[in-house]
Antibody, heavy 126, light 108 residues
Framework: EVQLVESGGGLVKPGGSLRLSCAAS????????MNWVRQAPGKGLEWVSL????????YYADSVKGRFTISRDNAKNSLYLQMNSLRAEDTAVYYC???????????????????WGQGALVTVSS | EIEMTQSPATLSVSPGERATLSCRAS??????LAWYQQKPGQAPRLLIY???TRATGIPARFSGSGSGTEFTLTISSLQSEDFAVYYC??????????FGQGTKVEIK
């Protein structure tokens, strides 16, 4: 059974830092790109960042570029999101999500997100 | 960046009735569109990918159609467990991967 379990959420002051983790199990973690997606209270879904299976490709939403860093440790089946210079507008539930993706002709393509964790709440407030 | 627009924002439907949700892309996304269901306090769940392929374990009452810029999610006969918020997402042009703002399906 595929499982994704986030941890590391909490209350942090504006300008502070937090590191989220996502522990994966039930599948070959190193074979999939992974994402972070967030949801502000009462709002919709916002994609935050993607990291490819070997960390060769990393993408960020403009709203977090330069402040957030995504990483992974395939030996530990773990995904991370280092969040610095946090702002009130970063307050949200953060989900890790597996990218169903595929590779063809030497290129890999992102698709939909087929498994999601339960989420970690990050609150940025003084 | 491709903008996804869902309509209506809220859909009131009686159990057993048919629900039709719409999603429009600001430019063509081919068939690279997914639908997700989210219940209160839960993570999103993948329902449909490739605009019309049901994900594993998704009941046949859920169906997706469309291509290009216009897409539809149909729930043929609403069950109590189907009342939720539904999001569409494009994965044709990325980054970023973009979601619609959601359609809430509520009990009439």
């Amino acid at each position: 059974e595929v499982q994704l379990v986030e941890s590391g959420g909490g209350l942090v002051k504006p300008g502070g830092s937090l590191r989220l983790s996502c522990a994966a199990s039930g599948f070959t973690f190193s074979s999939y790109s992974m994402n972070w997606v967030r949801q502000a209270p009462g709002k919709g879904l916002e994609w935050v960042s993607l990291i490819s299976r070997s960390s060769n490709y990393i993408y960020y939403a403009d709203s977090v570029k330069g402040r957030f860093t995504i990483s992974r440790d395939n030996a530990k089946n773990s995904l991370y999101l280092q969040m610095n210079s946090l702002r009130a507008e970063d307050t949200a539930v953060y989900y890790c999500a597996r990218d169903r993706g595929y590779c063809s002709g030497g290129r890999c393509y992102s698709t939909d997100f087929d498994y999601w964790g339960q989420g970690a709440l990050v609150t940025v407030s003084s | 960046e491709i903008e996804m627009t869902q309509s209506p924002a809220t859909l009131s439907v009686s159990p057993g009735e048919r629900a039709t949700l719409s999603c429009r892309a600001s430019q063509s996304v081919s068939s690279n569109l997914a639908w997700y269901q989210q219940k209160p306090g839960q993570a999103p769940r993948l329902l449909i990918y490739g605009a019309s392929t049901r994900a594993t374990g998704i009941p046949a009452r859920f169906s997706g159609s469309g291509s290009g810029t216009e897409f539809t999610l149909t729930i043929s006969s609403l069950q109590s467990e189907d009342f939720a918020v539904y999001y569409c997402q494009q994965y044709n042009n990325w980054p970023p991967w973009t979601f619609g703002q959601g359609t809430k399906v509520e009990i009439k």
